[in-house]
């Protein structure tokens, strides 16, 4: 077990510094000069000069690339030659448009992520495999063609169209839900878990109509091939209870599948729901991605780039670990 993660781990890091490499060039080999965007729209060829050198551009590339990995272990200093400022560790940077440390944009963006991302995981995780096991028990029957047609739909429905929808049904039309605010970032705010809930419901639900169609799909099949299988046969020859057989022996023993869905998935959403953040304005990862990237402000890119990268790794190594736990057939070497 103890090898297993050391060489994951390995593996992480190197991702992640391929991860960065690629980013820091494709940003350099781009036809946008972030100096002049920095500078602003009435700047002469002396400013952007200037501000070339005040974000460290006129460094040769590979020069450039070492320094900011250097912040990512230690403290540096950034700005131009006499008017520098330390940046403390982790130095991500700071951003091209506002002149911010990178850390703290990501630091005032992940609450949001995370709220949006915990709540729409619990949802579309009970609501697929709870519906997709139910759809296995019931095969052929009125039961399974409804939750397998309905999968079918929300399967086909993007979320720009699901969240529109909501918006459009329990905000502007029955008034049942508020529009979602940037003042509530997590459960423990002074507005109470109540208003958390309240807020973020409806991002909630519309990832969940996406993700949870996949999960039904994936655990019926699933689970109609596992419950053919010779061991359940078996268990059920034995007279076990149908409860024992079907969770104990057959839900542990199909459900791998989905837990590789879902390690990615999390890791994804992690990283930014982008579409989900725009429609319903949550100052998020993907929301800061999508401005950062527009202006060209590669310090935010890097870093959220970075970020997503290092949230869907370690999602996959988690993945494998829980393999161990759940399927007894699986052992890690």
Known sequence: MMTFILRRTGSLVLLLAAVSFITFTLFQLGPSDPAAAACGQECTPE?????????????????????????????RMIGAPGAQTLCEWPCLGKSFQTNE?????????????FSMAIGALVLWTITGVGLGLLAALRKGSPVDKFIVGAASVGVSLPIPVTGLFLLLLFVNQLHLLPFTTNEISSPF???????WVANYLLPWIALAVLFSAS??????????????????????????????????HGVRAGITPVVTMLGM?????????????QIFSVPGLGFTAVHAAISG??????????????????????????YAAIDPRVRLQ
């Open 265 to 277: 998935d999390i890791g994804l959403l992690l990283g930014g729901a982008v579409l989900t953040e």
């Open 215 to 248: 999960y039904i799909r994936v655990t019926r099949t699933n689970m109609i091939e596992t419950f053919g299988e010779d061991f359940i046969r078996t268990a059920r020859a034995k007279g076990l209870a149908p409860r024992t057989v079907t969770f104990k």
């Open 101 to 113: 440390n990178v850390a703290d944009i990501i630091g005032r963006s992940l609450p949001y992520t």
């Open 297 to 322: 402000d590669l310090p935010v890119t890097m870093a959220i780039t970075m970020l997503a990268a290092f949230f869907v790794i370690v999602a996959n190594v988690v993945v494998d670990l829980a």
């Open 189 to 195: 705010g002074p507005q109470g878990p109540g208003a």
């Open 47 to 75: 400013r952007v000069a200037e501000a070339r050198v005040a974000l460290g551009m006129d460094q040769p590339f590979f020069v450039q690339y070492a320094d900011y990995i250097r912040g990512l272990f230690s403290s």
